[in-house]
């Protein structure tokens, strides 16, 4: 079957670098999705990795490693707002994006 | 630009009522989605339009039907409801073959089945 993890929830200090971890296991890969979703809003996008390697976009960077099956978003310099949860998404070979449960996190003062 | 719109925000319906949620984009999008947000769970797809009168099943489409008679609107029609379809319904659209291919998501819908 087609499995997408990461951590439920995670607590980091605002200033600090958090870096959130997901792993997929999915029929075919067509790029990997990291979206933002404030509490009570809709999802929005962050970042797509569809290559080997690191993009980077201000204070969030996103990595990509197909062969472990594994990516990571990096978030900088911590503020309050960046409380929220962050999927992970990855299109597979139907072109359908499979979707992690999301990484609650929760910045603390 | 509005973007995505859904509509209602909100909704209590009475088991085996019926009702329908509208999505509307203005962004020229072909792909239209709905899913649905359950705590504890990923979105999951329940049905999917990739143009204009084409619809398609996603993951989890029983008790659920879909029209798309116009580009911009994508409707989600629930025939009978039942409590296990108490959830938040998010529609989202994206325009294939544009980079990342995107989507980008409605405010969403609160439904709870009595």
């Known amino acids: 079957g087609q499995n997408i993890d990461q951590p439920t929830e995670m607590t980091a200090t605002e200033g600090a670098i958090v870096q959130i971890n997901c792993t997929y296991q999915?029929?075919?890969?067509?790029?990997l999705f990291w979206y933002q979703q404030h509490a009570g809003e809709a999802p929005t996008f962050l970042s797509y990795?569809?290559l080997d390697g690191l993009e980077e976009k201000g204070r969030f960077s996103s990595f990509l490693s197909r062969s472990k099956g594994y990516s990571y978003l990096l978030l900088k310099e911590l503020q309050m707002k960046d409380s929220a949860s962050y999927l992970c998404?990855?299109?597979?070979?139907?072109?359908?994006?499979?979707w992690g449960a999301g990484t609650k996190l929760i910045i603390k003062p | 630009n509005a973007g995505v719109t859904q509509t209602p925000k909100f909704r209590v319906l009475k088991t085996g009522q019926s009702m329908t949620l509208l999505c509307a984009q203005d962004?020229?999008?072909?792909?239209m989605y709905w899913y649905r947000q359950d705590p504890g769970m990923g979105l999951r797809l329940i049905h999917y339009s990739v143009g204009e009168g084409t619809t398609a099943k996603g993951e989890v489409p029983d008790g659920y039907n879909v029209s798309r008679l116009k580009k911009q609107n994508f409707l989600l029609g629930l025939e009978s409801a039942a409590p296990s379809q108490t959830s938040v319904y998010f529609c989202?659209?994206?325009?294939?073959?544009?980079?990342?291919?995107?989507?980008?998501f409605g405010p969403g819908t609160r439904l709870t089945v009595l």
């Open positions: 989202a659209s994206s325009a294939p073959g544009q980079g990342s291919d995107e989507q980008f």
């Open positions: 962004m020229n999008h072909e792909y």
């Open positions: 990795n569809v």
């Open positions: 999915t029929s075919g890969f067509n790029g």
């Open positions: 998404a990855v299109r597979d070979s139907n072109y359908q994006l499979i």
